[in-house]
């Protein structure tokens, strides 16, 4: 099923920069990256992160760990939301006890995948802290969560959806604004 674009709010060039500008933050709020690590939500946040360690590299000449959460089986709602959850791998290879996790996603939305994430990175050890990096903030919080870091903030109305495109999961880069699919009766 095709959804209409409404518009599109971030194109490739401005996707760069977005990250760019998201990693200079990180870097200077944690005072560097030596006590850091940054964790992707699968499916586009795990790209993100992938791209914002990279970044960090080119920046700051060190290789952060970089690990990958799904939280399919955390979510409170994955009974009544997916009839048959698809589970992925979570790969955290290294200690994150007494360090600082920055949690990367594409989209903040309602906040239960952010409650989610953060349940599943506990269930690995003891954070120095938690912190949150989105693409885009879209707003209608059910919970009250916020992110520390965020590319762009968008007012999005119910009819409407965000739409993060990646080039190595969708074959482009961009975010788009589209009609959310209607409920059939």
Known sequence: MTQK??????????LDRTITRLVHEIIERNRGVEKLAIVGVRTRGA?????????ISEIEGINVP???????LYRDDFRTRLKQPVIQVTNISFNIDAIDVVVIDDVLYTGR??????????????PSSIQLGVLIDRGHRELPIHAD???KSIVTSVGEEIRVRLVEVDGEDC????????EKN
Not at 5 to 14: A, M, Q, S
Not at 47 to 55: D, G, N, S, T, W
Not at 175 to 182: C, D, T
Request: proline share 2%; charged share 30%.
């Open 5 to 14: 674009v409404r518009e599109i709010i971030i194109d490739k060039k401005g």
């Open 47 to 55: 790209v993100l992160a992938e791209r914002i360690v990279k970044k």
């Open 66 to 72: 970089l690990g990958v959460l799904d939280v399919t």
């Open 113 to 126: 995948t952010t409650r989610a994430a953060m349940d599943a990175l506990i269930d690995f050890g003891r």
């Open 149 to 151: 870091y965020v590319g």
């Open 175 to 182: 975010v788009q604004i589209v009609e959310a699919p209607k």
